[in-house]
């Protein structure tokens, strides 16, 4: 057994990660319009992949926020930041093509505002509190939004608020009576968010921004380890968001999307537990207990 | 940066500077909402705001003990605020939104969730005290006031030498209940504001008939109410700074900020979620 022993320190300043973070993630929720452009809906997974890309910057965010002491819990922050993500998220997805950028635009405002309310109304007197309220706003909406593009297979609001396939007008034409038109009228209830599947992806979201600062802080946190939580507790919520999207987008799509889900999932705690044994005093692989005399 | 090294920063007194600009952004959103919808939008914006305010009243009862709780070392529940009032808040949803959709009764649905919200804090708050007398073997006592202030009992006989006590004295209780029922009552408020404005709304904007939207207006109008009950919960939580003990607790006096906070935070979130049923 060897014990490697290794400190990470500095590690990426956050400017950097926002960066990575915001760029991959509306580029990632931009790629599922290939869906509309290609007319399959094979490419749903890529807002997963911005969805975790989002939860990625948000953990940093998060640490940098909570290392001031809030007080209350860390997980306060996450739920905040979907409380006001789904308000942003909801409304952007009116504007089609410009969602992201609209998403983006009102979180911030919103989130913003609500910095603001924390500094000086409720007097807590944070340096970086406007400035990270305003980032983990954008990451709820774009996490929220990722998510609901991957499950209903694009973001506009008529894919997320109309079931799949309803509505479809259908025509006969029946030489006595002319043409008649028939609309079997469009389904609201078994919808992304009719359905209330939007509730569950906010919690899925919230759960996967709060834990992993949540569950690294410590005198010993290093930074690449909460990240690789970050993408790894991110995974776990996207295989749970493919199984919800075989009932919403074609059977194959959403196999290739629990498929890299699960593919990611795997790779990211792989490199979580070795990061982990790499940060640990000292490691002791556990065996089966003998008992004295056994076999 | 240490991790949560820092001390939590949260100052007495209320900067004015800060509620005017407040109120501000509650005229700006009851204006634009005005420009958008007259007086058919703008009285639920009104409901939206007393109801954020509400909430942020309600948390301040709750007795919240955080990990300190957990280890027989501070009064009050062994939880975060965000936490306890989200349990508090849905429990009192669900109550109201059941009430609304079997009685249509505007009133009765907002008792029904207050009601919710009180009964979820009467049973965690009974169910913690179990734990903490016969699970934990600590006594009730306060370590704030020396002397309960509505059954007179004295706690510093009871309290352990190096806490600030422990377990959850009658006060709390009272406080705990009492909070469940305000925040519940906010909650609801807001939810059955929102369907109201969604259930109009959606129809025109989907060009589709009100009973094929209701599925979509009901379950718009919960997710976003959770969101309005998160964010109003937190920013009681950061007044707080952590734990309290209910209405006894000096921190108590901290209320109007909170109040205030919430009221503009319920009007600009509210703002945003009612402008979803305006076509652009």
Redesign the interface.
């Known amino acids: 057994m060897t014990v490697k022993i290794e400190a990470s320190s500095g590690g990426m300043p956050h400017n950097t990660i926002m960066m990575y973070g915001l760029i991959v993630s509306v580029v990632c929720i931009y790629l599922t319009y290939l869906n509309q452009l290609t007319d399959t809906q094979w490419f749903a997974f890529f807002g997963g992949i911005g969805a975790i890309a989002a939860l990625w910057w948000g953990s940093d965010t998060i640490?940098?926020l909570?290392?001031?002491?809030?007080?209350?819990?860390v997980?306060?922050?996450g739920?905040?930041a979907?409380?006001?993500?789904?308000?942003?998220m909801?409304?952007a997805t009116?504007?089609d093509i410009a969602t992201p950028i609209v998403a983006i635009i009102?979180a911030g405002i919103?989130g913003a505002?609500?910095g603001?309310?924390?500094?000086?109304?409720?007097?807590?007197?944070?340096p970086v509190m406007v400035m990270s309220m305003c980032e983990l706003a954008i990451v709820g909406a774009l996490t929220m939004l990722g998510f609901s593009a991957m499950c209903a297979g694009s973001f506009g609001f008529n894919n997320l608020?109309?079931a799949a396939g309803s509505g479809e007008v259908i025509m006969a034409i029946i030489p006595e009576l002319g043409v008649i038109v028939q609309s079997g009228?469009?389904?609201?209830?078994a919808?992304v968010?009719?359905?209330?599947v939007?509730?569950v992806i906010?919690i899925l979201g919230a759960m996967a921004l709060q834990h992993p600062f949540n569950a690294c802080?410590?005198?010993n946190?290093s930074q690449d380890r909460t990240l690789m939580l970050a993408a790894e507790v991110g995974f776990l919520s996207m295989i749970a968001v493919a199984v919800m999207s075989y009932a919403f987008i074609d059977g194959l799509s959403a196999t290739i999307a629990l498929v890299v889900s699960l593919l990611g999932w795997y790779y990211t705690f792989t490199q979580y537990v070795a990061l982990s044994k790499r940060d640990a005093f000292m490691w002791l692989d556990a065996k089966p207990i003998r008992e004295v005399g056994g076999k | 940066m240490s991790a949560l090294g820092g001390k939590a920063a949260g100052g007495e007194g209320i900067n004015w500077q800060g509620v005017a600009v407040g109120i501000v952004i509650i005229i700006i959103a009851l204006g634009i909402t005005f420009a958008f919808g007259s007086e058919g939008l703008v009285i639920p914006l009104l409901g939206i705001i007393i109801g954020g305010a509400l909430i942020g009243f309600g948390v301040h009862f709750v007795p919240v003990g955080g990990a300190p709780a957990a280890m027989g070392q501070a009064p009050g529940i062994a939880t975060g605020v965000a936490m306890l009032a989200a349990g508090a808040g849905l429990a009192g949803l669900f109550g109201g939104a059941w009430a609304f959709s079997a009685t249509g009764d505007f009133l009765t649905a907002v008792l029904g969730g207050a009601v919710g919200g009180g009964m979820m804090m009467a049973i965690t708050c009974l169910m913690v005290n179990l734990t903490y007398v016969f699970a934990m073997g600590v006594p009730a006592a306060s370590g704030k006031v020396d002397k309960d202030p509505i059954t007179g009992y004295s706690f510093p006989e009871y309290k352990s030498q190096g806490t600030e006590g422990h377990g959850l004295p009658f006060i709390s209780y009272v406080g705990g209940v009492v909070g469940g029922f305000i925040a519940g009552l906010g909650g609801t408020l807001i939810y059955i504001e929102l369907l109201l404005v969604y259930s109009a709304g959606l129809p025109v904007l989907l060009e589709a008939s009100a009973e094929a939207v209701a599925p979509l207006a009901v379950s718009l109008a919960g997710i976003l109410a959770i969101g309005f009950f998160l964010i109003n919960a937190v920013l009681s939580a950061y007044n707080i700074t952590g734990t309290i003990e209910g209405p006894h607790d000096p921190k108590f006096k901290r209320v109007p900020r909170a109040i205030i906070g919430c009221a503009v935070a319920s009007a600009f979130c509210g703002l945003i979620s009612i402008l979803i049923i305006v076509a652009f």
Not at chain 1, 82 to 88: K, L, T
Not at chain 1, 116 to 126: D, E, K, L, P, R
């Open positions: 640490k940098h909570c290392s001031y002491g809030l007080g209350t819990g997980p306060s922050a739920m905040i979907f409380g006001i993500g789904a308000i942003a909801v409304f009116k504007f009102i919103i505002i609500i603001y309310i924390a500094n000086s109304i409720v007097n807590m007197n944070i608020v109309v009228g469009p389904l609201f209830g919808s968010i009719g359905g209330s939007l509730a906010f802080l410590g005198p946190e």
